[in-house]
């Protein structure tokens, strides 16, 4: 099977981390020496993932300045501009016409640093009985998860706060056709994985390897010690 495209999810403005991003997009922010978007374009590139969409809205210029057509690691990139911003769901469906509409493709948060091992999730996606299949990692503070995943069927349900509950690590696959209907206006992914959910067509999957949210200064400032994270690049 081809690997499919990806859509990198880099438009917001990063008000947790401000005023660092007063000046900077988040996605470019430097971890080790290297902006954190890079580091997924590289792992993407890695996994044959080349075709790449990227959005973008808080200092849009700059952003598309320095990643350009992603030439530079080994991806081909297209950019998805938007003129106001469209949170998650609705940067997504502003990018459709830019993704194949007959294939499923991966969706990653451009703020993550990770070290996933992605070909599970790529396999296990079934665009027949699945909207979504969420990629799920350990949450980095107790209580702070947002799934419950049964091991079997990889059904899920909202346990926010739940000590058991794994997080969405900001990675999934997902069904073009299932986000057509909705409109090209800002909404937050939490309102499709909310829909699909109640459809019974979100899926989840646990995922191994490195996994880290810069998007506070304390856990930007933890992600300079972790030593997996340049891992295999």
């Not at 702070?144 to 696959?173: E, V, W």
């Not at 209907?181 to 939490?190: A, C, I, Q, V, W």
Request: aromatic letters at 6%.
């Amino acid at each position: 099977m081809m690997p499919p495209s990806a859509m990198i999810l880099a438009a917001g403005r990063g008000e947790r981390l401000r005023p660092r991003t007063d000046h900077t997009p988040k996605p470019l922010i430097a971890v080790q020496g290297r902006p954190v978007i890079v580091y997924t374009l590289l792992r993407l590139a890695k996994l044959g993932i080349t075709r790449i969409v990227i959005n973008a809205h808080h200092l849009a210029d700059q952003l598309i300045e320095q990643i350009g057509d992603g030439q530079q690691w080994g991806v081909q990139v297209a950019w998805s501009r938007e003129h106001e911003c469209l949170d998650t769901g609705g940067g997504i469906v502003n990018a459709l016409h830019l993704m194949d509409p007959q294939h499923p493709f991966l969706v990653v948060n451009g703020d993550i640093l990770w070290n996933l091992a992605l070909p599970p999730l790529l396999a296990a996606f079934d665009p027949q009985h699945m909207d979504g299949l969420l990629g799920l990692v350990t949450p980095m503070e107790t209580g702070s998860g947002d799934f419950l995943c049964n091991p079997d069927s990889g059904q899920l349900q909202r346990a926010k706060g739940d000590p058991h509950a794994l997080t969405y690590a900001g990675i999934l696959m997902v069904n073009p056709g299932a986000l057509r209907p909705y409109p090209n206006t800002p909404f937050s992914l939490n309102r499709f994985f909310d829909d699909a959910l109640q459809q019974d067509r979100l899926r989840g999957l646990p995922l191994q390897g490195g996994w880290a949210d810069m998007g506070t200064p304390q856990r930007l400032a933890n992600c300079e010690k972790m030593t997996w994270i340049p891992e295999g690049i």
